[in-house]
């Protein structure tokens, strides 16, 4: 059975940064395509970052320039490195991981962005 393993999530004050992994245990991991969500209270779940398998990146709108993904292939890990941290930000945060028509989804890391 296919797992995806978030952490790194927590409590942050405005402005500050955090780093989510996420570990997986697909076989050939670097074929797949590796999103980041979110998703708060009353909201819709939103991607907020994707990785291809040739390692192209996007993001939404509202994480430009503060958001960085990036993966390891030798490690089966996806990270998202969130910088200048906002009180908008705070939302659970999931991976996803896509490879044709398979999908997989970890349980999700809690990020609190609070004074």
């Known amino acids: 059975q296919v797992q995806l393993v978030e952490s790194g999530g927590g409590l942050v004050q405005p402005g500050g940064s955090l780093r989510l992994s996420c570990t997986t245990s697909?076989?050939?991991?670097?074929?797949?395509?590796m999103d980041w969500y979110r998703q708060a209270p009353g909201t819709q779940r939103e991607l907020v970052a994707s990785i291809s398998s040739l390692g192209s990146t996007n993001y939404v709108d509202s994480v430009k320039g503060r958001f960085t993904i990036s993966r390891d292939n030798n490690k089966n890990t996806v990270y998202l490195q969130m910088n200048s941290l906002k009180p908008e930000d705070t939302a659970a945060y999931y991976c996803?991981?896509?490879?044709?028509?398979?999908?997989?989804w970890g349980q999700g890391t809690q990020v609190t962005v609070s004074s």
């Open positions: 996803r991981a896509q490879r044709g028509i398979k999908a997989y």
């Open positions: 697909v076989t050939g991991f670097s074929f797949y395509h």
